[in-house]
């Protein structure tokens, strides 16, 4: 492989542009060199304002020899095609949560890359590189204050729009939580169930909010995860976890205190680019790194299927108001690390 990771990207909307921008103006060791979008012309012209080949057809370009790896940012429906496309062409492939946009196509990218035989492909969940969640999984993994028991979590939007509706709380949002806190105790779940609160005044007709997810793992640490995406104070993510001995905080982002007009304030974050930004750099660049020394060290394949299989369970259990058994076969040895 070349000394620079040549990359081609595969959807040229708001994440993709901005993982572009992150690859060729801040990280290291990557470089993209093409793109492909089904809006053409949007699409050249992000190819020529960053120096990069223009592909009409995505499968043509992850096929081309001067492309080494893929990234896969277009809307969930052509998720699977492509990442699927970069198996079969042997090269590696980030990929945008969700894996793909049904559980059944998350099982074919699983089966096609195990076929194949090597690891090629990473889900984007980037909580796993924010520095405050990579400090409590440390936490966790010493034991220092005992077991785990509980878990409080919260993740809160300042406002969302008429297109968000009551399924993407779990499915878009709280798909989030679903995989940190795995990661971070270590287990697979149980069990999930939905309730709903009181129905903020903030709410539109399409969308229950706020709602509370219940997980339990299968050693039996139980979990609340609060998605409040109309909370109208800023854009704020919550993890407490209770342990036997102590109470571990997910750190707050470093921002500057105020003092004034009385009052002393420190400000929060605004949205999620914000408060993730340095999550997504680390992310990359450890992908860049990984896939030039030939490995997969991130959220696997398998990670997004489980992720699928948890989040489908959820919603069935929002739909049915019940509490769901989540079901799943046995990690396949091709993912033990």
Known sequence: MAEELRIGVVGTGAIGRTHIERINTKLQGGRVVAVSDINADFAKKIADQYGCKFFADGEEMIQSPDVDAIIVTTIDAYHEQYVTAAIKA???????????AEQSGCKRIVEAEIAGGKQLVQVGFMRRYDPGYRQLRKLVEKHTYGEPLMLHCAHRNYEVDETYDT?????????????????????????????????????????????????????????????FVNCHYGYDIKCEVCCEEGILNLPEPSNAMVRSNASRITPICRDWSERFVEAYNVEIQEWINASKEGRVDGPT?????????????????????????????????????
């Open 301 to 337: 394949a398998w990670d997004g299927y489980v992720a699928s299989i948890t989040a489908a369970a959820a919603s069935k259990a929002r739909d049915t108001q019940s509490v769901v058994k989540i079901d799943m076969d046995k990690q396949p040895n091709f993912y033990q690390k």
């Open 90 to 100: 042997g090269k590696y492939v980030f990929c945008e949560k969700p894996l793909a």
């Open 167 to 227: 399924p993407m709380a779990v499915e878009n949002s709280m798909i989030h939580e679903i995989d940190v806190l795995r990661w971070l105790l270590g287990e697979d779940y149980a069990t999930a169930e939905v309730v709903f609160p009181k129905k903020t005044k903030y709410a539109h007709k399409n969308l229950q909010d706020p709602q509370i997810m219940i997980l339990t793992t299968k050693s039996g640490v139980r979990i609340d995860v609060e998605a």
